[in-house]
Each structure stands twice: as C-alpha cells, then as structure tokens.
C-alpha cells in the first residue's frame, strides 16, 4: 500500500508540473503574440506619423515644387497610406485585441479615404476651372483626419495599452498617432486655399484685387423665390436657376454652386464669371420633390473672399 500511494504521488506531481509547464508555455506564447501585436501596431504608426509630416510640410512650405511634381508627391502619400490600411487589415488580433483592432482599420479607412480624395482632387485644385471647388472638398477631408486621431486616441491606443497591462505585459504601450496637426489651421478653406497658391504654376489661390460674389435671383421653373412661401407645379421636372454676381474687380473661374433639399446636395458650376458681371447656372432637382421643403442656395466662395454672409439663402417652397 505505501509503494503504491508513493507511486500514486509521485505520478500526481508530475501530473501537476505537466500542467504546469503547458500552462507556462500558453501563457509565454501570449505574452509574445501580444507584444508582436503591439510592436507591429507601434511600426505602422511611426510610419504614418511620418508620412503626416512629410505631406504637411509640403503643403506649408511647398518649396520650388511644380505642380506636378506637388501633385506626384500627394500621391506617393495616399499610395504610402493605402498601404498602412492593407497592413492593419492584416494583423491578427489576439486575445482581447478585437475591439482595438475593429477601432484600428476604421482609424486607417478614415486616413485612407481622406488621402484618396485629397490626392484625386489635387491636380484641380491647383488648376483653374473648378479649382475652388476642389479646395473646398480637400479642406472637407481635413475634419475626415481629424476624425481618425480622436478615434485613434479614444478607443485603439487606451485599449491595446489596457490589455496588454491586464496581461501583465509592460514596455510595449503603443505610441499616440496625430495625423492632422494639432491646433491645426487646415480645417479652413482659406488656409488649404492660401497654401496651394504658393506652389510654382499653381492658378490656386486669389489673384491681387477685390474677390466676392453675391447670391443674386433664385427661381424654379420661372417661379422667382423669395421671403414669401413659394409654388411650383410638382408634375414638371423641377430646375432651380441660381444667378451668381461678381461683386469683385477680378475674373472668377469654376464658381461652385450647392443646392440642398431634404439632406440632399445637388451641385453645379459656373466656368466663369467676369468682374462685375452675372452669370446663371440650372441645377434638377432629381427626383422633384413633393408637398413643402426648404431650398438652401449656396454659392462656393473664391479665393481672396473675405465676406460671404450673401452668398447663401433658404426658401420655402411648395410643390403641388
């Protein structure tokens, strides 16, 4: 009985060192899956960071880059950010790291997505039909960046930090990623407008003289609007006419004109406009819409623009 109960223990014991050390080998494996998530995280961070820096500078201080050579370099940082989002979208996320790693391929969509737009509509922007149109959508894109850095800073960095310390993992915290300069002045149309204008053969940017434009008589399908709640016949295709006046001393070119109703942007363009001349643009409101809404007219400003206040108006219109 004794040699059968030593046996017994001595079998129970090396049971529990079995236990012991495959647990240990787990335990070991994801510490080290962890922390290569968290160094890889950390690389592609530094990388974007990086790439932030590189774009900004450009945009600050352009150098004697060309247009096109401006234009080519944009694109070589929505290429590099296209392929960090590839990169996130591929890491394995483990343990506990899901709902940081769902945080994180939204952060880089955002970044990616911003990129793309910006890069694509670069090239206009910089020349000179529709070029004001162009810079007020770049400018959209800068809230898009400035999205993914309060994303970023909010869940994915508190989160990968806080895993990692509940697994007793220390030195492997990642680091903040601040992709649009902080107290940054790019989220103004003027200030993306102003830099563009300093790259060499840009036609961006306002030309010397006094720039402004003033929304003038809206109608739609000849029915002028006003202060006075408007009717339209429902059963025509509905056309609103916006007449643009150049208030300024200086040709303006690619006016952008914003219709809305109902949550829905319908856009057009004037080509040109010269100094105190007007021009008109017909815009379809496709589907026309039914029983009373509110128009919202809006005309882009230009560059050099330093009162808007008339370039936009609301009507009341009933469509029967």
């Not at 590099?80 to 940081?100: E, H, T």
């Not at 952060?107 to 810079?135: F, H, N, V």
């Amino acid at each position: 009985m004794l040699r059968r109960g030593l046996a017994l223990g001595g079998g129970l014991i090396v049971l529990i060192l079995i236990v012991l050390g495959v647990k240990g080998c787990l335990d070991a494996r994801a510490h080290r899956e962890l922390s290569d998530y968290a160094r890889n995280v950390t690389q592609i961070v530094d990388e974007t960071d990086q790439t932030s820096k590189a774009f900004f500078s450009k945009l600050s201080d352009p150098g004697t880059l060309s247009v096109t050579e401006f234009v080519a370099e944009v694109n070589a940082d929505r290429s590099a950010m296209d392929n960090y989002a590839s990169r996130v979208d591929g890491l394995s996320a483990p343990g506990d790291m899901s709902r940081a790693q769902n945080a994180l391929e939204l952060t880089y969509e955002l970044r990616g997505s911003a990129m793309t737009e910006i890069a694509d509509k670069m090239p206009t922007a910089l020349g000179d039909a529709g070029a004001a149109k162009a810079t007020a959508a770049i400018a959209r894109q800068m809230q898009k960046l400035l999205a993914s850095d309060a994303l970023y800073a909010a869940i994915v960095r508190p989160e990968i930090d806080g895993v990692l310390a509940a697994n007793g993992i220390e030195g492997s915290d990642v680091p903040p990623s601040v992709f649009l300069p902080e107290g940054t002045k790019w989220l103004e149309e003027s200030a993306v407008s102003s830099a563009l204008s300093g790259i060499s053969g840009s036609s961006a940017g306002a030309t010397p003289g006094v720039h402004g434009l003033g929304l003038g008589s809206v109608s739609v399908n000849g029915t002028e609007l006003g202060e006075e709640v408007a009717s339209v016949a429902a059963e025509e295709t509905a056309e609103v006419e916006v007449e643009v006046e150049n208030q300024g001393d200086s040709t303006e070119n690619g006016v952008g004109v914003t219709v809305s109703v109902g949550g829905t942007e319908l856009q057009g363009s004037i080509e040109t406009i010269g100094a105190a001349e007007t021009a008109t643009v017909s815009i379809p409101l496709t589907p026309t819409p039914s029983g009373e809404v509110t128009l919202e007219v809006k005309v882009e400003t230009v560059p050099g623009e330093q009162v808007s206040e008339n370039n936009e108006a609301s009507y009341t219109v009933v469509f029967e």
